[in-house]
C-alpha cells in the first residue's frame, strides 16, 4: 500500500522560499503521477503542478515562473520548490500519486504553508 508523507511547510515572509518534499512508500514510484495541490481556508483543492511518468511538468498559471516540482525515483521523493512566495500561497499543501495501472489515488496529510510579514 503507497503511503505518503509532507515535509518542509512553515511561516515565512512574501518573497522568500520554501521547500516540499514528498516521501513516498512503494515499489511503483517511478510510474506514478506525482501532483502537488493545495487548499486555502474556505477553497476549494486546486491543482498546483504534476509530475508525469516520464513527461513535462505542468504548473498551475498562478504559480509558473516560481515554482519548480522535481522528482527523485531513486529515492521515491517528489519536491516543490517554492520561490517569491505571496501571501496568496498560503495554504496547507497535498501530495498525491496516482498509481499505474489501477488509477488508484493516494493523499498524504497536507503540510501547512503560511506567507505573512
Known amino acids: 500500500q503507497v503511503q505518503l508523507v509532507e515535509s518542509g511547510g512553515g511561516l515565512v515572509q512574501p518573497g522568500e522560499s520554501l521547500r516540499l518534499s514528498c516521501a513516498a512508500s512503494?515499489?511503483?514510484?517511478?510510474?506514478?503521477?506525482m501532483a502537488w495541490y493545495r487548499q486555502a481556508p474556505g477553497k476549494q483543492r486546486e491543482l498546483v503542478a504534476t509530475?508525469?511518468?516520464?513527461?513535462?511538468?505542468h504548473y498551475a498559471d498562478s504559480v509558473k515562473g516560481r515554482f519548480t516540482i522535481s522528482r527523485d525515483n531513486g529515492k521515491n521523493t517528489v519536491d516543490l520548490q517554492m520561490d517569491s512566495l505571496k501571501a496568496e500561497d498560503t495554504a496547507v499543501y497535498y501530495c498525491?500519486?496516482?498509481?499505474?495501472?489501477?488509477?488508484?489515488?493516494?493523499w498524504g496529510q497536507g503540510t501547512q504553508v503560511t506567507v505573512s510579514s
Open positions: 509530475s508525469p511518468n516520464g513527461g513535462s511538468p
Open positions: 512503494g515499489s511503483s514510484f517511478s510510474k506514478n503521477v
Open positions: 498525491k500519486a496516482i498509481l499505474p495501472f489501477s488509477g488508484v489515488t493516494v
